[in-house]
């Protein structure tokens, strides 16, 4: 129904947003590590209707029988992976906030390490080419200064002092 | 009338962008001084029209000139003064408009103050700028034209979208455009140097003042538009990887690699050729950012398919810029001539690292934006990538970088010695061991990652304040020497120092205020008391009020510590009227750096209410920390050695009339 999402969102794409109020005092179960494990699944479920939400941000009507569903599973004893299974084969991966790893995420999960290590061979590919062309150490001194260029050197020396 | 003139205004500027991105390259081609003298009154002309339209537009908001269709779509007459003047960019053909003039106007200040750039590349840079201008200013007259008409104009309008009724919200796009739309600049001056074919001295003078003012605005526009969705959406997350969130994320971080390589080819004249290919992309990726949001292809690609007029032309105009500057980059740049050689451990190694990490992580955040939108458009298979996604992936390329982010400034240039520029950082080595020690006796081994997170941050905000400290000597020479030259040191040092200060701030902040937030959601009955974090809140009943546009629910809290009144807060729910459409107004607490955040759901009859309360530790410093970033960057920009136009050196001036004296 409603997708509070970040600022830009709202101005930029003339979305229309409501404030959220999702957890619902009601919903909360008595036994507190159960609970933290339900807001911590709630927070990896997409809320299906709205835009990059998930369930635990969100104050649509479908978010809250899947927070509750949530709940009801892991009262029924289920293990966090048994009830994110369940709710995959009910409502398929769109409702994955965090893609399973698998042939066709393959490049969404590899894309970070990938440039990473491109990047990295990039550099070294490039430094050891340019040491090759200049056929040196990369620090060497360079040549000495003509006579010329002492001179001029001295001169700018001198005239920076004066400032 | 005067909204003709203003559309007429419009129409004017797009002819003289035509003239601007021809006359003034020709010139530089065929190295005609009388034909590159046109681009910068052109420039200035352009920026005047441009202005006169977006002022036209903002008279019919003021007049509530509902005959105009965009002032009758997102206006009403009870509208206060403030938000009908911000009204005008809070819809997609003012904010358009607000782009474009943003746009002519860093031409124009080329345009003006570019004095001392040598005219070919004056000129060049300023044909390119009016390429992009001619681009968007057709954009806006061909397919959002914000001077329509309408026959038969209706009493009243149809309001703002009551959530952009904010101060917050009021700033937050300027901010934003003028950071996206600065590195057009940089872009055009590295499209303008590819087709000249040199990087000269003076286009690498240039280049950084004109990053850090891009870069300064988009941190302090993000920054804004964070703590906005903040306080205004109701429950307290300030980041939330969305689609269009990253869009404005993806030019900051490569903006700031940008920024980084920029030092090195100023000050050692290597990485020409990659910062060129920087600029290219920091400007592709703004120009993407416009185009995600604009097109509306991220509510659905369907929707996208169904009402493709502007959608497509972003398209075409972005496949144009980031094509053809990407064509004539690989074409040109062999050609450049490569500067500075260095050792691996170096300033300029320790900048490359900065590069490599950013850049990745700005493919990670890029694949990850548009991954799901590729997916379905070439399989029809629907994923959704959210937040946990990118914390799993974003998060672990930051860390190594906030572990270099001390030793860079503290390595000599050329060839560094690691060793020396560790022993430099002991003492914020120390610090750091020391408060993820302390954060772990706090809080106990229940969260791990967290003391660590507080460690890096200390280490990064430590490695800043000794960099500054060594590098005076204050030790060695006593404080009053000390002091001294602490004052004198150049501001790019203070900006650097600054800058890096600020990042550590801010992963401060989001380290505390995510890992030790407290929560209590909780049905309220008049009187009814909740502790949170020592605090006792109180409700003490709600009752409706009247806005200008809207009515709300009040309720009224009190906060006690101990029994001891510390503040009353009064969060709302209000409905606009004109729209029907509800928001929340959390009441917030500052204590320190920390705050207390309420927000009031539904009402369960009786005056019940649902209540969400939660402590957020320091959670301001990840604001606070942008602040310090910008203020960074200011800092940096009012270094004389780089400033805008600054006048050749003295002695070089005193020499050259010596020469020419001869």
């Known amino acids: 129904m409603f997708r509070p999402i970040a600022a830009s969102i709202i101005l930029l ?151 | 009338m005067i909204v003709e003139f203003g559309h007429y205004a419009l129409v004017l500027a797009f002819a003289m962008t035509l003239v601007q991105s021809v006359v003034p390259l020709w010139g530089a081609l065929t190295k005609d001084e009388r034909l590159m003298a046109v681009a910068a009154p052109v420039s200035v002309v352009m920026f005047l029209l441009v202005l006169m339209s977006f002022v036209v537009l903002t008279i019919s908001y003021l007049n509530s000139d509902f005959s105009v269709l965009n002032v009758l779509e997102n206006s009403h007459s009870a509208k206060p003064l403030l938000y009908k003047f911000t009204g005008v960019w809070g819809n997609h053909e003012g904010s358009m408009l607000l782009w474009v003039l943003i746009l002519v106007f860093f031409g124009a200040l080329v345009g003006a103050f570019g004095g001392n750039l040598p005219s070919d590349l004056k000129a060049t840079t300023l044909a390119v700028q009016g390429w992009v201008s001619a ?246 298979e629907k994923i959704s990538v959210g937040a946990p996604f990118f914390n799993l992936t974003f998060g672990p390329l930051m860390v190594p970088l906030l572990i270099a982010v001390p030793f860079g400034p503290v390595l000599s240039w050329k060839r560094g010695d690691l060793l020396a520029a560790a022993q430099r950082l002991y003492a914020a080595m120390g610090l750091a061991l020391l408060l993820t020690l302390f954060t772990f006796w706090l809080w106990g081994m229940e969260k791990v990652l967290a003391p660590l997170g507080v460690g890096l ?64 959601i909780e049905t309220m009955r008049p009187g009814d008391t909740v502790d949170l974090a020592g605090y006792q809140v109180t409700f003490d009943g709600a009752a409706p009020r009247r806005g200008p546009n809207f009515t709300e629910e009040v309720g009224h809290f009190t906060i006690r510590q101990g029994g001891v009144h510390v503040a009353d807060l009064d969060p709302s729910k209000r409905v606009y009227t004109a729209r029907q459409m509800p928001t929340t107004e959390a009441g917030i607490h500052t204590i320190g750096f920390s705050q207390l955040y309420l927000s009031m759901g539904e009402g369960r009859g009786d005056g019940a209410v649902d209540v969400r309360v939660y402590f957020k530790p320091l959670i301001t410093l990840i604001w606070i920390g942008c602040v310090i970033m910008s203020l960074g960057a200011l800092f940096s920009m009012a270094d004389r050695r780089l400033r805008v136009g600054a006048p050749k050196p003295a002695a070089k001036r005193k020499t050259a009339s010596l020469a020419a004296a001869e």
């Open chain 1, 13 to 163: 794409a003339g979305l229309f947003v409501a404030p959220g109020f999702a957890v619902t005092p009601d919903e909360v179960l008595k036994d507190p590590a159960l609970e933290a494990r339900a807001r911590e699944l709630s927070a990896e479920l997409r809320c299906m209707v709205c835009q990059n939400q998930s369930i635990d941000d969100s104050d649509a009507p479908l978010a809250k029988d899947l927070r509750v569903l949530v709940r009801e599973r892991l009262v029924a004893g289920d293990s966090n992976s048994e009830v994110i299974d369940y709710l995959v084969s009910r409502y398929g991966e769109f409702v994955l906030l965090k893609p399973r790893f698998a042939w066709h995420t393959m490049v969404l999960w590899a894309a970070g390490p990938l440039a990473l290590i491109a990047g990295l061979i990039a550099i070294f590919l490039t430094l050891r080419r340019r040491n090759a062309q200049a056929g040196q150490v990369p620090y060497a001194p360079q040549t000495k200064l003509s006579c010329d260029e002492e001179r001029r050197l001295k001169a700018l020396l001198e005239d920076t002092d004066k400032i």
């Open chain 2, 135 to 380: 681009g968007f200013i057709l954009f806006l007259l061909a397919t959002s034209n914000p001077f329509n008409r309408v026959v038969n104009p209706p009493l009243e309008g149809a309001d703002l979208n009551p959530i952009l009724q904010d101060i917050g919200l009021a700033i937050h796009p300027p901010l934003l455009y003028i950071g996206y739309v600065g590195f057009s600049i940089t872009f055009s001056f590295a499209v303008a140097a590819l087709i000249l074919g040199r990087i000269d001295a003076a286009w690498a003078r240039w280049v950084r003042p004109w990053t850090l003012l891009a870069w300064c605005f988009l941190t302090l526009g993000i920054a804004m538009g964070s703590y906005w969705a903040y306080y205004e959406l109701g429950w307290g997350g300030w980041w939330f990887w969305d689609p269009v969130e990253n869009a404005s994320f993806m030019p900051w971080l490569a903006g700031t690699a940008l920024l980084h390589s920029a030092i090195v080819m100023e000050k050692r004249e290597a990485l020409k050729v990659w910062t060129v290919l920087l600029a290219i992309f920091t400007f592709s990726l703004s120009l993407l950012g416009t185009f995600l949001v604009r097109s509306g292809v991220l509510t659905s690609v369907h929707a996208f398919a169904t009402d493709p007029a502007r959608g497509v032309f972003i398209l075409t105009l972005l496949c144009l810029f980031v094509g053809g500057s990407l064509a004539l980059y690989a074409w040109r740049a062999p050609m450049l001539k490569q500067g500075g050689i260095f050792a691996p451990i170096s300033r300029e190694g320790g900048l490359v690292l900065n590069n490599l990490f950013l850049t990745a992580a700005t493919a990670a955040v890029f694949v990850g934006t548009l991954y799901p939108l590729a997916l379905d458009v070439v399989t029809g």
């Open chain 2, 457 to 520: 941050a200390v280490w990064v905000m430590a490695g800043a304040v000794s960099e500054i400290v060594t590098r005076v000597k204050f030790f060695e020479i006593g404080p009053k020497r000390g002091f001294a030259r602490l004052v004198g040191l150049p501001g790019s040092a203070w900006g650097t120092a600054l800058a890096h200060f600020g990042v550590g701030v801010t992963v401060l902040g989001i380290v505390t205020a995510s890992a030790f937030q407290e929560e209590r």
